[in-house]
């Protein structure tokens, strides 16, 4: 391989993240002929974005899913045979809550049980299964993307925590995926060319729209990454994510070196 032969923003492999109602299943539904695997049920929310909000008419495939091995096939099929353009994986916090219900149902009987006020709780050997399902789960879709050539965009909501040094007396406020097991969502953000926070902002007068956007690098309390070259911030609000991010990676790569 030779680096002349490769095309910036050819191929996007992304994480989306953010509290809810940031806006980014709606943008990962902007990617060219998207296909989503929707565990967080946000469907009918991505609907009514492109009829009442962007006012254009846009159908695709999803599937939904509420068991691990039926949503490991369906990316085993996807991994043979893959007609999308854009594989939509929503979200890694809901998937994390499958493979442990997934765990708990396929669970032996006999198997010793941990109550707490009558309801059963975590094991270690949950959060370890919760763990190497997840990374399954990207080694299916990695390899979606490398076969196929296709977007792949995988959705997870952030935890915001904050911890306050004792000697120094600063709280540091940061935010994490939010998945069961601290090392996974630790882990996860390794996998990805481009993370990308999302956010909203309130608007200055009271009646006025609140502003969707995306933050590509590290500022303040919150972390994304991008091997584009494309701007710190981006603004979507009632535009297509993907339309946005290509305008910029497109006029990049027209510069012509000596």
Not at 37 to 46: C, F, K, M, Q
């Amino acid at each position: 391989m030779n680096t002349k032969d490769l095309v910036i923003g050819e191929r996007h492999f992304c994480l989306f993240k953010g509290e809810p109602a940031t806006g980014k299943s709606a943008a990962a539904s902007s990617y060219p002929d998207p296909y989503i695997l929707d565990l967080d049920r946000r469907i009918a929310s991505v609907k009514n974005f492109w009829r009442h909000v962007m006012k254009q008419p846009r159908e695709f495939e999803y599937d939904q899913f509420d068991n691990f091995f039926k949503l490991h096939e369906k990316l085993e099929q996807l991994k043979q045979l893959c007609q999308f353009k854009t594989i939509v994986f929503d979200g890694i916090t809901t998937a994390g809550d499958v493979i442990l219900r997934t765990m708990r149902e396929t669970r032996d009987p006999k198997a010793k049980k941990i109550m707490y006020g009558g309801i059963e709780i975590l094991q270690i050997e949950d959060y370890l299964g919760e763990s190497n399902g997840l990374q399954m789960l990207l080694d299916d879709l990695e390899i979606i993307a490398l076969k196929w050539g296709v977007h792949v965009i995988v959705i997870a909501h952030v935890l915001k925590t904050s911890e306050k040094d004792i000697k120094s007396k600063v709280t540091t406020e940061s935010r994490t995926l939010l998945t069961a097991g601290k090392k996974i969502a630790a882990k996860l953000p390794i996998r990805f060319d481009e993370c990308w926070h999302f956010d909203v902002q309130s608007a200055i007068e009271v009646s006025g729209a609140p502003t969707f956007r995306i933050m590509t690098n590290h500022a303040g309390d919150d972390w994304a990454k991008t091997a584009l070259p494309i701007p710190m911030f981006i603004d979507f609000t009632r535009k297509s994510l993907y339309d946005e991010v290509m305008k910029h990676v497109r006029a990049a790569n027209e510069v012509k070196f000596v």
